[in-house]
């Protein structure tokens, strides 16, 4: 598996809207061309989660890897990647005073839902030409 040097990785839920549309969102704020991006239900995806040892049954929304060192699941790594894109965004890092358990909490409780709020796509998305170098295959 050759993964792309000095990047991280956002492994996400390609066909959940939510998820979309925050990918779309940190695409638009990734001044620095941090992140990558790979679906999780993509054959990569499904390697990367295997080789970090994540069991999908515990998470199947949002992992952050950065090659190498670490990976982050659930609200840490939203919180980690609201504190690489900075700005704004950077206020949600406030919510680590708070222990796992607690924001995990708030996190799997949209994560559960986020199929009946914000629907559902028949397929994952298809990245425009502009965008699609920041998607891994």
């Known amino acids: 598996m050759e993964l792309p040097k000095n990047k991280k990785i956002i492994l996400f839920d ?3 809207n939510l998820c979309d549309a925050t990918v779309q969102k940190v695409i638009k704020q ?6 990558r991006f790979v679906s999780l239900q993509s054959d990569l995806g499904k390697e990367i989660v295997r080789y970090i040892g994540v069991d999908p ?3 199947d929304s949002i992992i952050l890897y950065e090659p190498g060192q670490a ?7 939203a919180f980690e990647i609201a504190k690489t894109i900075g700005g ?8 680590t005073i708070f222990p796992n358990w607690l924001t995990n909490f708030g996190y799997d409780f ?3 839902n986020r199929y009946k709020w914000f629907g559902k796509k028949e397929s994952c998305m298809i990245p425009t030409p502009e965008i699609k170098s920041k998607f891994l295959e």
């Open 88 to 95: 704004i965004y950077s206020l949600l890092g406030l919510f």
């Open 30 to 35: 990734d001044k620095n061309d941090t992140f």
């Open 14 to 16: 390609g066909v959940c």
């Open 57 to 59: 049954t515990k998470t």
């Open 71 to 77: 990976y982050h699941i659930k609200a840490e790594a």
């Open 110 to 112: 949209v994560a559960r």
